[in-house]
């Protein structure tokens, strides 16, 4: 195997299809010695005023989006309960306790997410850029495609800055699927290459890891999050990396592993660390 643990996992009550028990029983299955569940944790005072949040609730995510600190606390602790309740009862297989965190640049926010970490506990944390704040609204990837050229542009150029950002902040201990707006074609053509090389730069500054994501096989582009073009940086800049799956089912679970392990060398990445050292990576920054 290329690795023989996957982090990036969803379940149901989230966004996921399946149950914690049936992704466990999967990874173990396919030979992994570790899983972690990592469920989105969003929380904005405006998240569910937005048109995301009715598209989402007719899709059955409306648990995703939190309003509050106390709400996302509420949906998490009986769900990191049963995490520990099945490591219990699954001791031939580590089941780790991780969240998909989509960060926002206020005081407030930090503060409420210290105070949940304080006491969730979580085993690691995932820094995601899902959204971006543009003229008092939150915006996701469809809200920027939608946008006229001139607005698009500068919530892109936001997107990449967030990304720094929550490199800078310490929190994470890697980011997810670097260029996600490609997911709708958004930001792949060349003048966005210095702000990529950029965010690339203080990624490798603040020694944060980036994950190797292979759900962007499923999107048409033959190619992972992050691009070729963004993996030879990554190299460049010796960043460590680490194959995910984002799997949101059961058929996804180390999927792709191999594939995204070949490109990630033939574009010149060598730095995998193992999980242990993935795991120690967090700050005390909180």
């Known amino acids: 195997m290329t690795q023989d643990f996957t982090l990036h996992t969803h379940t149901i009550g989230f966004d996921g299809i399946n149950t914690p028990e049936q992704m466990i029983a999967t990874a173990r299955a396919a030979g992994f010695k570790a899983i972690g569940i990592s469920n989105h944790f969003i929380v904005h005072p405006d998240i569910k005023n937005t048109k995301m949040y009715a598209a989402a609730a007719l899709r059955g995510y409306a648990t995703m989006y939190n309003a509050s600190f106390d709400e996302a606390l509420n949906r998490f602790q009986p769900h ?21 965190v989509d960060r926002f640049p206020t005081d407030a926010w930090a503060d409420g997410f210290a105070r949940a970490c304080e006491i969730l506990k979580p085993d690691y944390l995932i820094g995601s850029a899902h959204f971006v704040e543009y003229n008092g609204t939150v915006c996701n990837m469809h809200d920027i495609s939608a946008a006229n050229p001139n607005a698009r542009d500068e919530m892109l150029k936001t997107y990449w800055k967030n990304a720094q950002e929550s490199a800078k902040s310490g929190i994470f201990n890697w980011m997810a699927h670097l260029d996600l707006p490609k997911k709708l ?32 096989f499923k999107i048409g582009t033959d190619e992972p999050y ?7 940086l990554l190299a460049e800049y010796n960043v460590p990396v680490l194959l995910t799956d984002d799997a949101h089912d059961i058929g996804r679970i180390g999927a792709d ?30």
């Not at 290459?193 to 203080?202: G, L, M, P, Q, S």
């Not at 060398?265 to 120690?280: A, E, V, W, Y």
Request: aromatic letters at 6%; zero cysteines; hydrophobic letters at 35%.
């Open 226 to 232: 992050p691009s070729p073009k963004i993996l030879q």
């Open 257 to 286: 592993f191999g594939r995204a392990y070949t490109m990630a060398r033939k574009n010149g990445i060598k730095n995998f660390p193992t999980l242990q050292k993935i795991l120690d990576f967090r700050r005390k920054s909180l």
């Open 80 to 100: 990191y309960d049963e995490l520990a309740r099945l490591q219990d009862e699954n001791p031939d297989i580590r089941i780790l306790r991780g969240m998909e």
């Open 185 to 216: 074609n958004l930001g792949t053509d060349e003048k966005w290459d210095a702000i990529k090389r950029e965010t690339v730069a203080v990624i490798a500054e603040t020694r944060t890891l980036v994950e190797i994501n292979t759900s962007g």
